[in-house]
């Protein structure tokens, strides 16, 4: 593998081609950061940005976002999707208060012991905000390493052991330069994967290690069945009805369970699918229900 070679030409590539994003700004907090870390699970930088940026401007600190009414806090986070993770970061946020006196952790251990954070979200922190030189793997980054160093067309839905061996192995040596030359191969490539090497239609043509790229060498394989991830589907399904009712919550406040029910614009969602959806907020602390009236939390 030519694993210098690789680092170099895609950190020069990165250099240049860099997207200006809020969170990797120098002046960048590292609370900035781990919110954007959050905020960017399973949902694209275009539907994060001014999330981002709203979230950031109502509450700059961690102590900030703690104090704030979980109302709130699932009102600025919109229609992000998932929204348990907002309530996941205001409990980090408390947690960072509470145990680390307001200061974001520096370690990935430090970091995994927070409310919400896994063993990525715990890596990518230390790194893009501490310039620790932790191992960090996404999806981009796990099928830049498939197709330039194993020749896949694509890394598979799940991170193997294999994966996260051969990304071990691939990583720069974290002694050098302070770790900042590694922390910058995590960053590079995975804007390589997000702009470049992407799932369907990579090109090629403007790569910075097409010629070295173990893929194209083995002629550019077409991904056999276990390669491939199926796309998850929306309509119709539990998520895109959890979705409506949070959006009727934070657009029309407190509701009678009937109305808010029957207001959901999605004809194909019978009765019982929308009683199980509305059920499951509840029991996720998502909603609240006092008497007769649904709301998002804290407000009745």
């Not at 997207?19 to 907090?29: I, K, N, T, V, Y």
């Not at 991904?223 to 949070?246: L, N």
Request: some cysteine.
């Amino acid at each position: 593998m030519h694993t210098e070679v690789a680092h170099q030409q895609i950190i020069d590539w990165y250099a240049e081609h860099a997207r200006d994003l809020p969170w990797r700004a120098e002046d960048c907090s590292p609370w900035g950061v781990l919110v954007s870390e959050v905020m960017l699970q399973q949902t694209p930088v275009t539907r994060v940005l001014d999330r981002w940026e709203e979230w950031m401007r109502r509450w700059p600190t961690p102590a900030a976002a703690a104090a704030a009414s979980a109302a709130e806090i699932l009102t600025v986070w919109d229609r992000l999707g998932y929204p348990r993770r907002a309530l996941r970061l205001q409990a980090a946020a408390q947690a960072i208060v509470d145990t680390h006196d307001g200061d974001v952790p520096s370690t990935a251990d430090q970091l995994r012991s927070l409310p919400g954070v896994g063993e990525y979200t715990a890596a990518a922190v230390a790194c893009f905000a501490f310039d620790r030189p932790e191992v960090v793997v996404d999806t981009n980054i796990r099928r830049v390493h498939a197709r330039l160093f194993s020749g896949d067309a694509l890394p598979g839905a799940t991170y193997t052991a294999a994966q996260r061996k051969l990304a071990h192995q691939v990583f720069p040596n974290p002694q050098h330069d302070d770790g900042h030359y590694a922390c910058t191969w995590n960053i590079a490539s995975m804007e390589l994967g997000a702009l470049v090497c992407t799932a369907r239609g990579p090109a090629c043509s403007t790569c910075p290690v097409a010629d070295i790229c173990a893929w194209r060498q083995a002629g550019c394989p077409p991904p056999t069945e276990e390669q491939r991830t199926r796309g998850q589907a929306w309509a119709g399904t539990d998520r895109q009805v959890r979705g409506a009712i949070m959006a009727a919550l934070r657009g029309e406040g407190a509701q009678q369970p009937e109305a808010l029910l029957d207001s959901l614009p999605l004809p194909s969602a019978d009765l019982g699918q929308r009683q199980r959806c509305l059920n499951s907020l509840l029991a996720d602390g998502l909603a609240e229900q006092k008497q007769d009236r649904i709301s998002l939390p804290g407000l009745l």
